[in-house]
């Protein structure tokens, strides 16, 4: 309403002036195409309005009433100052002097960065807070630019880097989508590649056929990609995605659908949501193989409490990995930097890197198939490991090779000629013809002829990097050492830098300086976001499962009935895993529960919970209280006290502070308890259990992320006791 956005920016570099199409709706808090029994979405209704070319419509005065940035504004004139006021319980004054200080930065000479972490991701609607963020920074042209940009703090050094390598049941490496049971060709699963009309749309995934070619020729080399293919697995088209990850895989192991599990690196009896229930579910299993530096409560979960191992059948192995310090590899930070790390003390005992313990098993499993036989061999026998090795050990520097790519015969490309057996020195030169083998199309690049770039540590900078931290001679950052991606949208048509005192890439002299420039060509003549199908920043995202514009709904678990934005108390779409109690406005569970890191401790405690000096500074689980609830609890600091939610309870040590203030939502004042979620059972003595006892197997229905900042919990003061050993 007050005009706060960067009007040109939204014109010029997003979807605002993009038209939607008539069957688009929404109506107290649901959008068109809401199936009320398969609580899901039928997408097709949010799709745009094209022209007679099959291009978008745009409306550049952004004037007319189904364009974006029109729709944006009516779906949320019900977010007034007073709702969202009455909603958070933050006052009036104290939300408008964070939006007038953080809208100063639609400005062209200014910007502004957001960074989030898992307080914003852990919820039912986490997909939709950072869409919300991304919109936000979309409006005030922050991103692209300097100092801009949508920004996960990671808990790992290598978050980024297990997503890039599709760590995540959807995705096969550099983000290519795993196909589904009904694409049963290399040729069906390529007619899914987005395409567009529109001359000036980069449209990058337009290269996924020479992506995955060369994707699956890095897998099996000595076949052609369409056999390649044929011998993946896919995902079933029946299911949502959801279906294959963390809860789902839980629900098959308490329905008896699943015979084993290979817990690998993760601590799921104490990080999982509901760990009560993944601790009952693992019972169900014939066999559990546990990977990692130390035993832990999932390895040793038939002995923990409240478990009779008579009565437990699951046979469990433990194969010992050594630490991230002692092998050799890269990591990948949220700045897409890859950046190459040597071993550094000798391996612990009889401890092994990750990949030598899975290129020793695949060598195993292929002994059994020569000797034995077996179903489906040909994916077992042929995959190319050997490529991964050097001699009989998995090699670091092998695999890296293979993720950058390498030309499996002569090609000529562009009229210059490349050997079979060479590096492809970008991903440019990638192939959909099965000429080319890469492990990831984002690594093209990093480990070339001339080395490994995930190696330098050149400080060099022209004077223009220099102006925005950019050192592009240090490490190697995907895609292209590209630094800032999106970087075309920090500039006018002209190619002028919307701030020239902090250029990230300019047009001078006929070529562009700075950085390595989003989708190349001359000013004016590319939309800035190349990985959009339709090149614009997407402030209208109709890919979402829960809508293509964010909206409030409360928590799954909460203390209020309903909301004032709609009658829709809850994300209609939202997984909630089998079986699962909800509390919502439970005299039982009055007050809100969260989740937390502390300094002292890391993940699970996997590691911290065996260092003396960490468990002295944060020797136990403990739960955070405000004063008020503590007064009217009987509730001092010290005090032991048991909190408990819908799905087990928890005892912790008592610790009031004014770091939580209770809050008055709704009309209703609300306390919070939170609790840090690195202990278990295991270590130390009197240490105290997983704060995920208390979570719901509940989460967002794009990612299934669980819902464990927000759930709702009693608390009540024990008698004189410590917590038990």
Same mark, same amino acid.
């Given at each position: $309403?007050?005009?706060?956005?960067?009007?040109?920016?939204?014109?010029?570099?997003?979807?605002?002036?993009?038209?939607?199409?008539?069957?688009?709706?929404?109506?107290?808090?649901?959008?068109?195409?809401?199936?009320?029994?398969?609580?899901?979405?039928?997408?097709?209704?949010?799709?745009?309005?094209?022209?007679?070319?099959?291009?978008? =419509?745009?409306?550049?005065?952004?004037?007319?009433?189904?364009?974006?940035?029109?729709?944006?504004?009516?779906?949320?004139?019900?977010?007034?100052?007073?709702?969202?006021?009455?909603?958070?319980?933050?006052?009036?004054?104290?939300?408008?002097?964070?939006?007038?200080?953080?809208?100063?930065?639609?400005?062209?000479?200014?910007?502004?960065?957001?960074?989030?972490?898992?307080?914003?991701?852990?919820?039912?609607?986490?997909?939709?807070?950072?869409?919300?963020?991304?919109?936000?920074?979309?409006?005030?042209?922050?991103?692209?630019?300097?100092?801009?940009?949508? $920004?996960?703090?990671?808990?790992?050094?290598?978050?980024?880097?297990?997503?890039?390598?599709?760590?995540?049941?959807?995705?096969?490496?550099?983000?290519?989508?795993?196909?589904?049971?009904?694409?049963?060709?290399?040729?069906?699963?390529?007619?899914?590649?987005?395409?567009?009309?529109?001359?000036?749309? =980069?449209?990058?995934?337009?290269?996924?056929?020479?992506?995955?070619?060369?994707?699956?020729?890095?897998?099996?080399?000595? =076949?052609?990609?369409?056999?390649?293919?044929?011998?993946?697995?896919?995902?079933?088209?029946?299911?949502?995605?959801?279906?294959?990850?963390?809860?789902?895989?839980?629900?098959?192991?308490?329905?008896?659908?699943?015979?084993?599990?290979?817990?690998?690196?993760?601590?799921?009896?104490?990080?999982?949501?509901?760990?009560?229930?993944?601790?009952?579910?693992?019972?169900?299993?014939?066999?559990?193989?546990?990977?990692?530096?130390?035993?832990?409560?999932?390895?040793?979960?038939?002995?923990?409490?409240?478990?009779?191992?008579?009565?437990?059948?699951?046979?469990?192995?433990?194969?010992?990995?050594?630490?991230?310090?002692?092998?050799?590899?890269?990591?990948?930070?949220?700045?897409?930097?890859?950046?190459?790390?040597?071993?550094?003390?000798?391996?612990?005992?009889?401890?092994?890197?990750?990949?030598?313990?899975?290129?020793?098993?695949?060598?195993?499993?292929?002994?059994?198939?020569?000797?034995?036989?077996?179903?489906?061999?040909?994916?077992?026998?042929?995959?190319?490991?050997?490529?991964?090795?050097?001699?009989?050990?998995?090699?670091?520097?092998?695999?890296?090779?293979?993720?950058?790519?390498?030309?499996?015969?002569?090609?000529?490309?562009?009229?210059?000629?490349?050997?079979?057996?060479?590096?492809?020195?970008?991903?440019?030169?990638?192939?959909?013809?099965?000429?080319?083998?890469?492990?990831?199309?984002?690594?093209?690049?990093?480990?070339?002829?001339?080395?490994?770039?995930?190696?330098?540590?050149?400080?060099?900078?022209?004077?223009?990097?220099?102006?925005?931290?950019?050192?592009?001679?240090?490490?190697?950052?995907?895609?292209?050492?590209?630094?800032?991606?999106?970087?075309?949208?920090?500039?006018?048509?002209?190619?002028?830098?919307?701030?020239?005192?902090?250029?990230?890439?300019?047009?001078?002299?006929?070529?562009?300086?700075?950085?390595?420039?989003?989708?190349?060509?001359?000013?004016?003549?590319?939309?800035?976001?190349?990985?959009?199908?339709?090149?614009?920043?997407?402030? /209208?995202?109709?890919?979402?499962?829960?809508?293509?514009?964010?909206?409030?709904?409360?928590?799954?678990?909460?203390? /209020?009935?309903?909301?004032?934005?709609?009658?829709?108390?809850?994300?209609? =779409?939202?997984?909630?895993?089998?079986?699962?109690?909800?509390?919502?406005?439970?005299?039982?569970?009055?007050?809100?529960?969260?989740?937390?890191?502390?300094?002292?401790?890391?993940?699970?405690?996997?590691?911290?919970?065996?260092?003396?000096?960490?468990?002295?500074?944060?020797?136990?689980?403990?739960?955070?209280?405000?004063?008020?609830?503590?007064?009217?609890?009987?509730?001092?600091?010290?005090?032991?006290?048991?909190?408990?939610?819908?799905?087990?309870?928890?005892?912790?040590?008592?610790?009031?502070?004014?770091?939580?203030?209770?809050?008055?939502?709704?009309?209703?004042?609300?306390?919070?308890?939170?609790?840090?979620?690195?202990?278990?059972?295991?270590?130390?003595?009197?240490?105290?259990?997983?704060?995920?006892?208390?979570?719901?197997?509940?989460?967002?229905?794009?990612?299934?992320?669980?819902?464990?900042?927000?759930?709702?919990?009693?608390?009540?003061?024990?008698?004189?006791?410590?917590?038990?050993?």
């Amino acid at each position: $309403n007050n005009d706060k956005y960067f009007k040109q920016y939204v014109i010029d570099s997003t979807n605002g002036p993009t038209v939607v199409g008539e069957q688009f709706g929404f109506s107290d808090g649901l959008f068109s195409g809401f199936n009320a029994d398969k609580k899901s979405y039928d997408k097709k209704t949010w799709a745009f309005e094209m022209d007679a070319n099959g291009v978008p =419509v745009r409306d550049e005065t952004l004037t007319h009433p189904r364009c974006v940035l029109q729709l944006l504004k009516k779906h949320y004139d019900r977010y007034t100052l007073d709702k969202v006021s009455e909603t958070t319980g933050t006052p009036k004054e104290d939300l408008l002097r964070v939006y007038e200080t953080f809208a100063s930065t639609g400005a062209p000479d200014k910007a502004g960065t957001i960074m989030y972490a898992m307080g914003w991701t852990q919820k039912s609607v986490g997909v939709q807070n950072i869409r919300a963020m991304s919109i936000i920074q979309l409006l005030l042209g922050n991103i692209g630019v300097a100092g801009g940009g949508v $920004n996960a703090l990671r808990g790992e050094s290598n978050v980024q880097g297990s997503t890039d390598q599709a760590l995540l049941a959807d995705i096969w490496p550099g983000y290519l989508p795993v196909p589904t049971s009904t694409l049963t060709t290399l040729a069906d699963y390529n007619a899914t590649t987005p395409k567009t009309n529109d001359p000036k749309s =980069v449209n990058w995934w337009g290269n996924r056929p020479k992506y995955t070619a060369s994707f699956l020729m890095s897998l099996y080399p000595g =076949v052609t990609p369409d056999v390649a293919y044929s011998y993946v697995p896919r995902l079933d088209a029946d299911k949502k995605r959801t279906d294959y990850m963390w809860m789902s895989i839980f629900d098959r192991m308490v329905e008896g659908k699943l015979d084993g599990l290979f817990a690998w690196g993760m601590n799921p009896a104490c990080s999982g949501p509901n760990a009560n229930k993944s601790r009952g579910a693992m019972e169900k299993l014939k066999w559990l193989v546990n990977v990692n530096l130390f035993d832990n409560e999932t390895g040793s979960f038939w002995r923990g409490p409240g478990k009779d191992p008579t009565q437990i059948a699951t046979e469990v192995f433990f194969l010992p990995c050594c630490t991230s310090i002692e092998k050799e590899g890269s990591i990948a930070n949220s700045g897409r930097w890859m950046q190459w790390r040597y071993a550094g003390p000798d391996r612990y005992g009889e401890t092994k890197p990750d990949g030598d313990i899975m290129v020793e098993m695949m060598l195993a499993i292929r002994k059994l198939y020569k000797e034995q036989g077996g179903v489906f061999p040909e994916p077992i026998l042929g995959l190319g490991i050997d490529k991964w090795m050097e001699g009989h050990e998995f090699s670091p520097a092998n695999t890296a090779k293979v993720m950058n790519g390498y030309f499996l015969r002569d090609v000529t490309i562009g009229g210059k000629l490349y050997k079979a057996g060479h590096q492809v020195p970008a991903f440019a030169m990638l192939q959909a013809d099965g000429s080319t083998a890469s492990g990831n199309w984002l690594h093209a690049g990093s480990w070339t002829d001339e080395g490994n770039m995930m190696a330098r540590r050149d400080k060099t900078q022209t004077p223009e990097q220099e102006k925005i931290g950019l050192f592009p001679n240090w490490s190697y950052a995907w895609p292209m050492n590209r630094r800032i991606i999106y970087n075309r949208a920090s500039v006018d048509k002209q190619g002028r830098p919307w701030n020239p005192d902090k250029p990230v890439i300019q047009w001078r002299d006929g070529k562009w300086v700075g950085d390595v420039v989003d989708g190349g060509g001359d000013p004016g003549t590319k939309y800035p976001f190349i990985m959009q199908k339709d090149g614009q920043g997407a402030l /209208f995202g109709p890919g979402r499962e829960d809508g293509p514009l964010p909206e409030f709904y409360e928590p799954m678990e909460s203390p /209020f009935e309903k909301h004032v934005f709609s009658a829709q108390r809850s994300n209609p =779409v939202a997984f909630t895993a089998i079986g699962e109690v909800l509390a919502v406005a439970d005299e039982r569970f009055p007050f809100i529960g969260t989740t937390y890191r502390v300094t002292e401790h890391w993940q699970t405690g996997l590691m911290t919970r065996r260092c003396s000096w960490l468990v002295e500074a944060e020797p136990q689980v403990f739960a955070e209280l405000d004063p008020e609830l503590a007064k009217e609890r009987g509730i001092g600091n010290g005090d032991v006290v048991r909190v408990s939610s819908a799905r087990g309870n928890l005892l912790a040590k008592a610790i009031v502070t004014n770091r939580f203030q209770p809050m008055n939502a709704n009309g209703k004042t609300v306390h919070m308890i939170g609790l840090p979620w690195h202990f278990g059972w295991l270590v130390p003595k009197r240490g105290g259990d997983s704060a995920n006892l208390l979570t719901a197997a509940v989460g967002d229905p794009n990612s299934a992320i669980p819902e464990s900042k927000a759930f709702m919990v009693n608390i009540e003061k024990m008698p004189d006791q410590d917590l038990p050993e």
